[in-house]
């Protein structure tokens, strides 16, 4: 079973950047592709940043393209997204969620808070 730990979020100004990093342990070779998530409060969770795990096709939501790069490092079993030029609305729980091959997000890390004052 997958298990993921998020790290590195925090408190930055606009204009700012943070690097999250997600651990990913147990199971990993039933992982086909992985992503980013972020939920602020009030807010549904919003899906930002995706990776295939084979060959590496990215995807991003609008509202980050241009200044989120997600990537990974497969021999560390590690999913890392650098946020630059943050804003305010970015604000909120971020989370890494692993998807399977039976197509479901089948786990996902316990989320990591980035905060972003103007």
């Known amino acids: 079973q997958v298990q993921l730990v998020e790290s590195g979020g925090g408190s930055v100004q606009a204009g700012g950047s943070l690097r999250l990093s997600c651990a990913a342990s147990g199971g990993t070779s039933s992982i086909y592709s992985m992503g980013w998530f972020r939920q602020a409060p009030g807010k549904p969770r919003e899906g930002i940043a995706f990776?295939?795990?084979?060959?590496?096709?990215?995807n991003y939501a609008d509202s980050v393209k241009g200044r989120f790069t997600v990537s990974q490092d497969n021999a560390k079993n590690t999913l890392v997204l650098q946020m630059n030029d943050l804003k305010p609305e970015d604000s909120g729980m971020y989370y890494c969620?692993?998807?399977?091959?039976?197509?479901?997000?089948?786990?996902w890390g316990q989320g990591t808070q980035v905060t972003v004052s103007s």
């Open positions: 990776i295939s795990t084979h060959g590496g096709n990215v």
């Open positions: 969620a692993a998807r399977t091959y039976d197509g479901n997000w089948s786990a």
